[in-house]
């Protein structure tokens, strides 16, 4: 379970606070990936980076920010969030290439709320 | 787009019975793989068991098992002597066979909120 690592595990913020949510995979792999997930809906994409560049943003509001200096590091920063951006979030990593398993190793969430 | 379907919330069953968690997708796709991840409380998402559609035969993974229906578009999770260290959330996943240089993405169900009873 240390393949994947997330700080904070938890985190509270007011709408106007600043903060960021870091990952670190120590699996070699080369894409990274940021899920929302909610009760009772479906984990939720929001941004996908192979290579360190960004290759996927599914309609994320700009109040979400990733940056991914490398491959093994992954950051989500936030500000001016809602209370609907309350949810765990959790990030992956997979070595997206021909031949590879495909399979996606998950981090074990940071539990945000927003107050 | 695709989409994938748990139609059981919530499922109950006694330790060392069996059990089967249900799940369908709809997609146009013909070449595309087939996930189940576990969740425990507290705990992070750990794939249980994968499948790749052009392979007939069922995949299995000790305990764990799979009834795979191409034509109904149906990919249940079957645990045989379940334990109560399997009670977690189950997730089905389905992922598209990407184009060259294209990302593995992952679409998932809402979830089975699965518990093992003693």
């Known amino acids: 379970e240390t393949g994947v690592t997330q700080t904070p595990r938890h985190l509270v913020m007011g709408m106007t606070n600043k903060k960021s949510l870091k990952c670190e995979q120590h699996?070699?792999?080369?894409?990274m990936y940021w899920y929302k997930q909610s009760a009772k809906k479906p984990l939720e994409l929001m941004f996908v980076y192979n290579f360190k560049e960004q290759t996927e943003n599914n309609s994320v509001p700009s109040r979400f920010s990733p940056e991914c200096p490398n491959s093994s590091h992954l950051f989500l920063h936030l500000h001016t969030l809602q209370p609907e951006d309350s949810a765990l979030y959790l990030c992956?990593?997979?070595?997206?290439?021909?031949?590879?398993?495909?399979?996606?190793?998950f981090g074990p969430g940071t539990r945000l709320t927003v107050t | 787009a695709q989409t994938v379907t748990q139609s059981q919330p919530e499922m109950s069953v006694q330790e060392a019975e069996t059990v089967t968690l249900s799940c369908t997708y709809d997609?146009?796709?013909?070449?595309?793989?087939l996930f189940w991840y576990k969740q425990p409380p507290s705990r992070q998402m750990i794939l249980v068991i994968r499948?790749?559609?052009?392979?007939?035969q069922n995949a299995t993974e000790n305990r764990f098992s799979v009834n795979f229906q191409k034509a109904a578009k149906s990919f249940s999770l079957k645990i045989s002597d379940s334990q109560l260290g399997d009670t977690a959330m189950y997730f089905c996943?389905?992922?598209?066979?990407?184009?060259?240089?294209?990302?593995?993405?992952?679409?998932f169900g809402k979830g089975t909120l699965l518990t093992v009873n003693p």
């Open positions: 699996l070699g792999h080369n894409a």
């Open positions: 997609t146009s796709e013909s070449n595309y793989y």
């Open positions: 499948q790749e559609a052009y392979k007939q």
């Open positions: 996943a389905f992922m598209k066979h990407p184009p060259r240089g294209s990302n593995y993405k992952l679409t």
């Open positions: 992956a990593s997979s070595q997206d290439q021909a031949g590879a398993s495909y399979e996606q190793y």
